[in-house]
């Protein structure tokens, strides 16, 4: 059994576990300034599509958490990139924030309004102007031929206190509703995620630990690349990973738990 000290690289998720809306998760800043002195490396990989990585920077800020822009990797960019390398430059029909079309157009792509209808696709991300005649227009662009692409499939991530806060595959499931059509995602659990982080960064999966509070995506994404994990389970035993292919290398309620474990390593 490794100890959590074990690792050169640390990965974290962000929404649920460095934090929860706008609060910082107890023990965040204090876990990642204490990795960073003892010379680990610190990543961030979230399946969030609504800010930037200087945005999330800023945020982290605020926390007494400070990294780097280039350490963040979000969906937005994994899905502009990965499109980009599987089809060249398309024409994109982009259901979402605004740094998501800004990704799509940095990867060489041409965003087109959502309902011009000779786009090559649908990519949808977290989009909080989300409305009925949004819906309309995405349903219009899948009957119309469009691949129906999405950052991710989470439903939804905690927000202050546990709120549920709808994400990306809630939306996309509206669209799957109305036309049958599955999106295709390359976010968290999903390979590419993880395996173009370990690629870019010439990263040995052994020598990583990815830090989440989701099973579905964290442990068993990560797992499947061939990472450690470190699960963040706040709902104690009421929530067990035994239907799980991957178990979680190691458990806790929550970062500060980690902290005060990474601590007593130290001494
Ligand atoms: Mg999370």
């Given at each position: 059994?490794?100890?959590?000290?074990?690792?050169?690289?640390?990965?974290?998720?962000?929404?649920?576990?460095?934090?929860?809306?706008?609060?910082?998760?107890?023990?965040?800043?204090g876990?990642?300034?204490?990795?960073s002195?003892l010379g680990?490396r610190?990543?961030?990989?979230?399946n969030?599509?609504?800010?930037?990585?200087?945005?999330?920077?800023q945020?982290?800020?605020?926390?007494?958490?400070?990294?780097?822009?280039?350490?963040?990797?979000?969906?937005?960019?994994?899905?502009?990139?990965?499109?980009?390398?599987?089809?060249?430059?398309?024409?994109?029909?982009v259901?979402?924030?605004k740094?998501?079309?800004?990704?799509?157009?940095?990867?060489?792509?041409?965003v087109?309004?959502?309902?011009?209808?000779?786009?090559?696709?649908?990519?949808m991300?977290?989009?909080?102007?989300?409305?009925?005649?949004?819906?309309?227009?995405?349903?219009?662009?899948?009957?119309?031929?469009?691949?129906?692409?999405?950052?991710?499939l989470d439903?939804?991530?905690?927000?202050?206190e546990?709120?549920r806060?709808?994400?990306?595959?809630?939306?996309?499931?509206?669209?799957?509703a109305?036309?049958?059509?599955?999106?295709?995602?390359?976010?968290?659990?999903f390979?590419?995620?993880?395996?173009?982080?370990?690629?870019?960064?010439?990263?040995?999966?052994?020598?990583?630990l990815?830090?989440?509070?989701?099973?579905?995506?964290?442990?068993?994404?990560?797992?499947?690349?061939?990472?450690?994990?470190?699960?963040?389970?706040?709902?104690?035993?009421?929530?067990t990973?035994?239907?799980q292919?991957?178990?979680?290398?190691?458990?806790?309620?929550?970062?500060?738990?980690v902290l005060a474990?990474v601590?007593?390593?130290?001494?």
């Amino acid at each position: 059994m490794n100890g959590l000290l074990d690792y050169s690289t640390y990965i974290f998720d962000l929404d649920g576990c460095v934090y929860f809306g706008p609060e910082p998760a107890q023990g965040a800043s204090g876990l990642i300034s204490l990795l960073s002195g003892l010379g680990k490396r610190v990543l961030f990989l979230s399946n969030n599509s609504t800010h930037s990585p200087h945005e999330v920077v800023q945020k982290l800020q605020s926390m007494d958490i400070h990294v780097l822009a280039s350490d963040i990797h979000l969906a937005s960019t994994l899905l502009a990139r990965y499109l980009h390398e599987t089809h060249g430059s398309l024409r994109l029909a982009v259901a979402g924030e605004k740094f998501l079309h800004k990704e799509m157009a940095r990867f060489d792509h041409t965003v087109v309004p959502l309902d011009d209808t000779s786009a090559d696709c649908l990519v949808m991300g977290r989009y909080l102007s989300f409305t009925f005649d949004c819906l309309v227009e995405c349903v219009r662009q899948l009957e119309s031929g469009g691949h129906f692409y999405v950052t991710n499939l989470d439903t939804h991530h905690p927000g202050p206190e546990g709120a549920r806060q709808p994400e990306t595959g809630a939306l996309a499931a509206a669209v799957s509703a109305v036309t049958g059509k599955t999106p295709f995602s390359v976010g968290k659990p999903f390979p590419y995620a993880f395996t173009s982080l370990l690629n870019d960064l010439a990263l040995d999966s052994r020598d990583c630990l990815m830090i989440g509070d989701s099973l579905n995506t964290d442990v068993q994404g990560a797992g499947n690349a061939g990472l450690d994990t470190c699960w963040l389970n706040p709902g104690g035993a009421s929530e067990t990973p035994s239907d799980q292919p991957n178990s979680p290398t190691f458990t806790f309620p929550g970062l500060a738990e980690v902290l005060a474990t990474v601590q007593q390593e130290v001494r």
